[in-house]
């Protein structure tokens, strides 16, 4: 599973949670079932969204499946069935974006691509003509988002360009993708807002997958966006402002939009996009040892990162669609809690990812035990 959302994170409440795999898992059954049981492997959090939006602008809730699977760690969720409109579409992006990441990884030799690179341009070939195929049937024009990553590689060629033009075709793929939600669901009044919200969101994710690449691409000599607008000092200052007002105009444009079913999509793209946001660019590029354990932790530090470690081989009965804890785990505790006082909200989507949690990955203000700062002991 890949792409710039999560399955759960902190601040998103139990139902919702439920919702967002139910479209999730929504989108590998129409992988599977119009496209082949390959093709699952494309499934994606960024396509889900669009099922998320096409469900949000539809007044009748559409009547959900009881589905079994292994992955879900033993779990029967309600999902949305494979034949919804949203759910096909978001299917039909999620196999042309990884036709199109193949196509990137042989390009840059990563990868599968750099010891099989024959086998996964057939494979990316193929993907490409199925999401061609299926997009003529529902009426979307895939050539723009096809023509858009031809740019994409000859603005990065070029020698000068600023971030927001080397940011453009991505965002005006992303932003044809939204918009064509409205048309699905006979909207034409949201599709203005859904393209900007669709350009903000390309540019978000252009941005922070730039910078996630930051220390690798300048290791390999490879291209960075980042890298080549900003200098290295400068790097996450530019980045945090960018990202910063992208979200902001974002926000602004969901606004506009007059959603019968709000709540799902509004948790993702205002309070959950933000979290992410903010983890990934909390840390610094320039620092050479981030990526090397500390070992001059404090004992509360070593203690967190114990539970962390023990929380992710947790045998308890913890809830399939939360990472590794919930109600009834001792991982997701306090001191000095018992069983019993478990937070049933408590869902660590950013474990790992902070030293300064064991739980929230980040904590701040949708943290799920509670904590309002990165020197807790909560969990």
């Known amino acids: 599973m890949f792409g710039l959302l999560r399955g759960c994170s902190c601040g998103i409440r139990l139902d919702e949670r439920q919702a967002w795999m139910g479209h999730v898992c929504g989108v590998c059954l129409a992988l599977r079932d119009h496209h082949g049981q390959v093709a699952r492997l494309t499934t994606n959090y960024d396509a889900a969204l669009l099922s998320v939006l096409c469900a949000a602008q539809t007044s009748v809730e559409s009547t ?13 969720l309600s999902v949305i069935a494979s034949d919804q ?16 990441k193949l196509t990137d990884d042989v390009i840059d030799a990563e990868g599968w691509a750099r010891v099989v ?12 003509r199925q999401a061609e195929t299926a997009a003529r049937s529902i009426g ?41 939600t ?21 540019q978000i994710m252009y941005l922070l997958d730039s910078y996630r690449d930051y220390r690798t691409d300048r290791a390999r000599q490879g291209f960075n966006a980042l890298a080549r607008c900003f200098a290295p000092s400068k790097v996450q200052q530019q980045a945090r402002h960018i990202f910063d007002t992208a979200h902001n105009e974002l926000a602004r444009s969901f606004a506009a939009l007059t959603l019968p079913q709000p709540a799902l999509a509004q948790t993702l793209l205002l309070h959950q996009l933000p979290h992410i946001g903010r983890q990934i660019l909390a840390l610094d590029v320039m620092d050479e040892q981030e990526a090397v354990p500390h070992t001059d932790a404090s ?25 590794d804890c919930r109600s009834g785990c001792s991982c997701c505790l306090r001191p000095g809690q018992t069983d019993s006082d478990s937070n049933d909200e408590c869902c660590c989507g950013g474990c790992g990812d902070n030293d300064g949690c064991s739980c929230c990955g980040g904590c701040g203000d949708g943290c799920c035990c509670g904590c ?7 969990c």
């Open 372 to 378: 309002d700062g990165c020197d807790c002991d909560c």
């Open 85 to 100: 409109p949203g759910a096909r579409y978001a299917a039909i992006m999620a196999l042309l974006m990884a036709a199109t």
């Open 64 to 76: 959900p499946i009881r589905h079994f699977c292994p992955l879900r760690r033993g779990g029967t």
């Open 299 to 323: 004992p509360a530090q070593r203690n967190r990162r114990k539970v962390r470690s023990d929380s992710n081989s947790c045998d308890c009965s913890c809830d399939p669609l939360c990472c």
């Open 140 to 180: 979307f024009p895939i050539k723009t988002i096809s023509h858009q990553v031809e740019c994409q590689f000859a603005i990065e060629d070029q020698a000068r360009a600023e971030f927001t033009a080397l940011a453009a075709p991505t965002e005006r793929a992303v932003a044809a993708a939204f918009a064509h």
């Open 117 to 128: 690179p024959g086998l996964t341009r057939r494979v990316a070939q193929r993907w490409q």
């Open 182 to 202: 409205a048309v699905l669901t006979d909207r034409p009044e949201h599709i203005a807002p859904l393209t900007q919200i669709g350009r903000m969101y390309g």
